[in-house]
């Protein structure tokens, strides 16, 4: 229902052409608490994520009844079993998040709250234990709650669920009044472009008068008598009747209580359903075959034509077909003031760390409207930054005057700070990557000083003790390390260097084990499949390049990328989840999404909207909504909200 935005509009244009300016400005503040946000359902469901993750339960209890009351209210009963175990699964998700984050006063407080509605109930019988177990994602009973795939599949279900249930809700004559207008304008086409043929006909029977016109002829207007407009029912009763199966028990949903089946087959089984949608006026989108990751419904509302005002969702469907990607909408967060070096998601996608070269750093949200949280202060620029792996909350970020901190974005605080009092290998240096380790709570740091002296180096964050320096082989203490990121287990670490070469770091033996001759001067940016056997990495001759790790480094393919003079930091382009699509920073005027084919990169969709050239991106599959950043010169970062193949 993202026509829903449009129709906003039209309302607010009509009210401000009759100067009802009181009604107006009621009407623009009811938009601003608007619990609905639009009825986009990727903005909802990110709206009980942000409530989740900043452990508010209140207002995700608030939330919850909004919709009971409003919208679920008006269902029929046999769908309610569903309702009650999506509600289930939604507050259990909350728990886990808080347990996984050591926040045991939240989980406190959640049973002293919530005992009173869940007493009783035999769902939650043996989740009154959690708050004394240790080690509960190891419990039998919980272990498949702490798990990803639990959590993504139950936010897929949520998503889709909600998409169908504003399918099939009754919606205001308004609505619907531009489907109507173009099955009118269809009709007329159609009729136009038969008188024309009719009339051409005539002008050869007055030719030849014993002419008879074709059989074709009597066919086409027997076409258009037995033609008329379907009425919304039987789509109606079919998106009823996908409901009712999430009532009944769905295998790929973890809100039914049983035990999950694996990945693949819930990916299969996800699949099947989507295959069965057909693409209609007003029905589904079809998903692709070949996806591997689960989707959200594409059912953004079908019966929409608009994401913006002036844009028509017919003309964006055409372009989908030939690209699969659909850009919803784009939002431009202004909060910097000189350009971006940085701007990073953390795991989830709920919160983005952007920092500029007047060393500011920005701690925001991306949805559903860009919103500064805090802002961190500090007299260099901050050259990286990453988000520890271990726990969301946390951050750390280097500086070009060699200072090393540790960020709290729960507290909106600084924890410590790391510089030459505390280690000297980090006087006089500028802090060019960091990366956090998936497994371990450390994370390194690669820098170089005034003379021209690299280091790599590992710490522990907690202790914020050096735990080693490590070398790249014989005779290069010169080579600077410009981008690192470990592998799955975090027993390797990649790295590119300034000699243009792409390195393995054996973490346990302190050794350099592989190295591959990449590109024509120095590495900036490197990224790795999710199978971790093929590397990317992009230079500064322009080029990315694709290497086979497993091969010894053989080139896969080489490609030029355009306007990469742009980029000269760790984010000149980022992979997506599924290793086949490429968000490119190399432009000026916005960034690029690639498809990554055997030996070439087919430009799939441009996102415009920068007026300098770009310096940094970055996206987050979360939720299965792809969410891109593009950052500039300017300070300016561009959000982009896409639905993905």
Known sequence: MSHIQHLDELVREYLLFRGFTITLKSFDGELKVDKDRGFRVDRIVDQFLLFINNYDLNSLRELWAHFDQKIFSKLEHEFTPGLR????????????????????????????????????????????????????????????????????????????????????????????????ATKLRRLQEENDALKHKLATLSQCANVVPDAVPPLDIMDDFYIIAQETPTSGEHQSKSLKSIIRTIGGGLPTSPIMGRKPHSQDEQIGVHKQHS????????????????????????????????????????????????????????????????????????????????????GIIKLWSPSPTPKVLSTFQFRNEIEALSWVSKNERYFISGSKDGKLRLHDSKENKTIWELGNEECSLLADSRILSLCCSPTECTVTCSTVNSEGLAKLLLYDIKSRKLEHSYT?????????????????????LIVGCSDGTVRSIDLRNSECIETWEVHNGSVYAIHLTPDHNTCYSLGAD?????????????????????????????????????GKHILSACGNSGASIYQVSNNSLQLMLHLEGHRSPLTACDWSMANQCATCLSSSRDGKIKISTILTP
């Open 85 to 180: 175990k999506l509600e289930t699964s939604l507050f259990k998700f909350y728990l886990v998040n808080a347990v996984a984050n050591n926040k045991s006063d939240k989980v406190n407080e959640f049973f002293t709250k919530m005992t009173p509605e869940i007493q009783g109930h035999i769902e939650w019988k043996e989740w009154f234990m959690l708050p004394y177990i240790k080690n509960p994602e190891e419990h039998n009973t919980f272990s498949v709650h702490f798990t990803k795939q639990w959590q993504d599949t139950f936010l897929v279900s949520l998503h889709n669920f909600l998409a169908i249930i504003y399918q099939v809700i009754p919606q205001p004559a308004l609505s619907s009044y531009e489907e109507e």
């Open 275 to 358: 295959s069965k949608r057909h693409i209609s006026q007003g029905g589904w989108i079809k998903h692709s075959s070949a996806d591997t990751v689960p989707k959200r419904s594409l059912s953004l509302d079908s019966r929409s034509r608009h994401t913006t005002r002036d844009v028509s969702l017919d003309n964006e469907r055409k372009s989908t077909k030939k690209d699969n990607f659909l850009l919803l909408s784009q939002e431009k967060m202004t909060a910097h003031e000189s350009a971006i070096t940085q701007c990073k998601f953390n795991a989830l996608g709920s919160l983005v760390a952007s920092c500029d070269v007047d």
């Open 472 to 492: 790249l082989g014989e005779n290069h203490s010169g080579l600077t390390v410009n981008c690192c990121l470990f592998n799955h287990n975090g027993s390797l």
């Open 542 to 578: 322009h080029k990315l390049h694709r290497i086979n790790l497993a091969q010894k480094g053989e080139l896969v393919f080489s490609a030029l990328l355009q306007n990469c003079h742009s980029v000269h930091g760790t984010q000149g382009f980022s992979l997506h989840q599924s």
